[in-house]
C-alpha cells in the first residue's frame, strides 16, 4: 500500500535557522514520483519540486535542498537561513506510475512557523 | 503556463441547497482533472478522479450521489455539492493533468481552491 508519512506536525523556528522537514513514503512500485508542495495560509498549493524514483540525486535552488535516500524511503526538505515568509504548510506526495491513475497520496503536512 | 483556476474561489450556501464548482485548465487540455476536499488543519484527501467523457471514479467513502462530478471537455470539470449540510464546508481543491505517451512523467497543476461553507 501506498503511503506517506510526515512526523512532525508542527515546527517553529527563529529566521535564519535552519530547519529540515521529514518526508517518509510507502510503496511496492518501483517507478515512482514525489513531491513537495507548500501551502501559505491563503491555501493555494504551491509547487516546489518533483522527483523520479530512479534520481537520487540531492537537489538545491536556492535556500532549499532535498535529500533523497530511496534505502530509507525518504525524501527530506531543508530550508536554510528560514525567513518569515517560509511559514507555511508544507506537503510530501508520493505518485504511482503503474496504477495509470497517477493519484497523488498526501502526507499530513507540516506547519513551519519561522519567528521573527 | 499550466494555470488551473476555480471558481468561485469561495461561497456560502445554506443547508439543503446545491452548489457548483467549477475547474478550468485555461492554457492546456486536461485529460484527467482531480478532486480534493481539505478539511481545517488536515491533509488533501483525494475525492474523486475524472477523465474527460466518461464517469468519474470516487475514491471509497465518497458519496457519488451527493458529490457529482462532470467532465465535459478537456478544460472544464466541475463538482456539484448537492443537498449540502454543515459538515461539507470545506476547501475544495481541483488538479489537472494532461496526458502523454506512457511512462511519461504526468504532473498535476492545482486550482486556487474554492473555500464552501454551508450555513
Known amino acids: 500500500a501506498q503511503k506517506v508519512t510526515q512526523a512532525q506536525t508542527e515546527i517553529s523556528v527563529v529566521e535564519k535557522e535552519d530547519v529540515t522537514l521529514d518526508c517518509v513514503y510507502e510503496?511496492?512500485?518501483?517507478?515512482?514520483?514525489l513531491f513537495w508542495y507548500k501551502q501559505p495560509p491563503s491555501g493555494e498549493l504551491v509547487f516546489l519540486i518533483r522527483r523520479n524514483s530512479f534520481d537520487e540525486q540531492n537537489e538545491i535552488s536556492g535556500r532549499y535542498s532535498w535529500n533523497f535516500q530511496k534505502s530509507t524511503s525518504s525524501f527530506n526538505f531543508t530550508i536554510t537561513a528560514s525567513q518569515v515568509v517560509d511559514s507555511a504548510v508544507y506537503f510530501c506526495a508520493l505518485s504511482e506510475a503503474t496504477s495509470g491513475t497517477y493519484k497523488y497520496i498526501f502526507g499530513t503536512g507540516t506547519r513551519l512557523k519561522v519567528l521573527a | 503556463g499550466a494555470v488551473v483556476s476555480q471558481h468561485p474561489s469561495w461561497v456560502i450556501c445554506k443547508s439543503g441547497t446545491s452548489v457548483k464548482i467549477e475547474c478550468r485548465s485555461l492554457?492546456?487540455?486536461?485529460?484527467?482533472m482531480f478532486w480534493y476536499r481539505q478539511f481545517p488543519k488536515q491533509s488533501l484527501m483525494l475525492m474523486a478522479t475524472?477523465?474527460?467523457?466518461?464517469?468519474?471514479?470516487?475514491e471509497q467513502g465518497v458519496e457519488k450521489d451527493k458529490f457529482l462530478i462532470n467532465h465535459a471537455s478537456l478544460t472544464l470539470s466541475t463538482l456539484t455539492v448537492t443537498s449540502a449540510h454543515p459538515e461539507d464546508s470545506s476547501f475544495y481543491i481541483c488538479?489537472?493533468?494532461?496526458?502523454?505517451?506512457?511512462?511519461?512523467?504526468?504532473?498535476?497543476?492545482f486550482g486556487p481552491g474554492t473555500r464552501l461553507t454551508v450555513t
Open positions: 488538479s489537472a493533468r494532461t496526458g502523454g505517451p506512457s511512462g511519461s512523467v504526468y504532473e498535476q497543476y
Open positions: 510503496t511496492r512500485d518501483t517507478t515512482y514520483y
Open positions: 492554457d492546456f487540455q486536461a485529460t484527467t
Open positions: 475524472s477523465n474527460e467523457g466518461s464517469k468519474a471514479t470516487y
